[in-house]
């Protein structure tokens, strides 16, 4: 199981801030001593993911809500499969249900979508990785999401690795330069450079960064850059990026890069379509 994210809390939190705001003026026509049963299905088969942050939901709003898991993280569900089971007073699952079903039907949805590409990849030694196109304030969710899905992290954000693209190298005069700045400012950081032809990917790699992103290369362009790298003195890893889909990735996998980035994991979102179930009674 990938590690949670350190702000799961601080997401919760903005949620439920947003959602309720100075209170549930609906759940406050509900009896206080109203008590609820249900259970969340999913319609479709998908991958599990947003556990926790259900959990972190519910405990916010009254701890002594009752969840019983069916699946975890990562755990492939079929149509129709219950995925948990609540119980607790009304008011509080009232009042969560939206918020936990928007975690756990978006981390699902990126789950799931991550899940289709990497096992588009399989048999290859190519992994997919992610990007930061990322919902604002959920990237640390999303790409634990990714994870799940049984891919790679991208970097985190702009200060865990350097990627050098087109503005920065013209910023900086040229290929060389970018990554020799780069090397000089922050030499404990990974550098990874951007090029668009063989050309520059031969520059970058007369510079030594520690990865180079091919942008939009065709197939024989990759075949070729794979071939290049190979036979350099000190080659480094390869990662392709632009205009890949579920179609053409098992493709780019096999001209032999290291690396494929996906953006559409995380941006093209499209949530997984979950239902909650209630029954009500009293003690």
């Not at 088969?45 to 939901?57: H, P, S, Y």
């Not at 990849?121 to 990237?139: E, F, N, Q, W």
Request: with cysteine; hydrophobic share 45%; glycine share 8%.
């Amino acid at each position: 199981m990938p590690e949670l994210p350190a702000d799961l809390g601080k997401q919760v939190e903005a949620a439920l801030a947003e959602d309720i705001g100075g209170g549930d003026v609906t759940a406050a026509l509900v009896p206080a001593a109203q008590r609820v049963r249900g259970r969340v299905i999913t319609r479709e088969a998908a991958v599990l993911c947003g556990v926790a942050w259900v959990d972190e939901v519910f405990r916010r709003l009254d701890a002594a809500v009752q969840l019983t898991w069916h699946a975890a993280d990562g755990e492939p569900l079929g149509a129709g499969d219950v995925i948990f089971e609540i119980a607790g007073a009304a008011r509080a699952v009232l009042s969560g249900e939206r918020t936990a079903l928007n975690f756990l039907q978006l981390l699902s949805g990126t789950a799931t979508t991550t899940r289709a590409y990497v096992e588009a990849v399989a048999g290859t030694a190519c992994r997919i990785i992610d990007t930061r196109k990322t919902v604002p304030g959920l990237r640390t969710a999303q790409k634990y999401a990714v994870r799940c899905g049984g891919a790679d992290n991208h970097r985190m954000g702009l200060f865990d690795q350097i990627l050098i693209k087109e503005n920065h190298i013209a910023a900086a005069g040229s290929i060389t330069a970018a990554i020799v700045a780069a090397r000089q400012r922050a030499p404990a950081v990974p550098v990874e450079v951007e090029v668009e032809s063989l050309g520059e990917l031969g520059q970058a790699l007369a510079a030594h960064p520690d990865i180079v992103m091919l942008d939009e290369f065709t197939l024989d362009d990759m075949r070729a850059a794979v071939a290049l790298n190979r036979a350099h003195s000190t080659p480094v890893k390869l990662e392709a990026s632009g205009s890949v889909s579920l179609e053409n990735v098992r493709a780019i996998a096999a001209t032999g890069v290291d690396y494929v980035s996906v953006g559409s994991l995380t941006k093209h979102l499209r949530a997984v379509d979950l239902s909650m179930r209630l029954e009500f009674g009293r003690d």
